[in-house]
């Protein structure tokens, strides 16, 4: 199943900060793209950034038609989630979400999405009835539909982080260890 993230309604005087956020998630819960309605180099040199240093094939393609793009995946064959407070609970619609055995869009929005949406998705999902935020909702949607396999796997190439209980301790590429304090 691939999974691509469309990030709907960006402000780039407002949003820099959890647009990027949403990228951050999409790329560590296993997503492999995100579309950004929109173009914003703050959003764009950080999220390559993080790609470079960490490793992993997630990219991010800007100035989108978030309309486009959802007919386009639909006519291709994949299905469309579009995650919104006013949705079907997520634990109602899960099982069927992961059994569709089809490519996944995953629509988060800003501050409001056109109707048009909500008409388009083959899923509107609400993660939990109440509002709080894109990138919470994509979060715990994404670790719902891979069952927290996720969160075990590797990036190719990159900066490694070896878990542990206290301290920090990071692979660079070369594969030698060493502690790293400034490294977040
Ligand atoms: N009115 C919005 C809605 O439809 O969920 C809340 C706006 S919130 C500032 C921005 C985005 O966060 C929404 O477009 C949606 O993608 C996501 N979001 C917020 N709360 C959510 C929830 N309970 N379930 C799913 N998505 C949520």
Redesign the pocket.
């Given at each position: 199943m691939r999974v691509v993230v469309l990030r709907?309604?960006h402000r780039p005087e407002r949003d820099k900060r959890i647009t990027t956020h949403v990228g951050l998630v999409a790329r560590a819960f296993g997503a492999e793209e995100m579309l950004l309605g929109g173009r914003d180099s703050h959003v764009e040199e950080s999220l390559v950034d993080v790609a470079e240093r960490w490793g992993g094939s997630f990219r991010l393609k800007s100035d989108v038609s978030w309309k486009g793009e959802t007919v386009r995946w639909k006519e291709a064959g994949g299905k469309v989630v579009?995650?919104?407070?006013?949705?079907s609970n997520?634990p109602d619609v899960i099982d069927e979400i992961s059994n569709c055995d089809c490519d996944l869009l995953v629509?988060?929005?800003?501050?409001?999405?056109p109707s048009e949406m909500y008409d388009l998705s083959d899923w509107n999902?609400?993660?939990?009835?109440?509002?709080?935020?894109?990138?919470?909702?994509?979060a715990v949607?994404l670790d719902r539909l891979f069952l927290g396999r996720e969160l075990v796997g590797q990036f190719e190439g990159g900066l490694k982080i070896v878990p542990q209980a206290r301290g920090k301790q990071v692979l660079y590429p070369e594969y030698s260890p060493r502690n790293e304090d400034e490294e977040q």
């Open positions: 709907i309604g579009h995650l919104t407070m006013y949705g997520l629509a988060v929005g800003g501050e409001k999405v999902v609400a993660v939990g009835n109440q509002p709080h935020s894109e990138v919470a909702a994509l949607f």
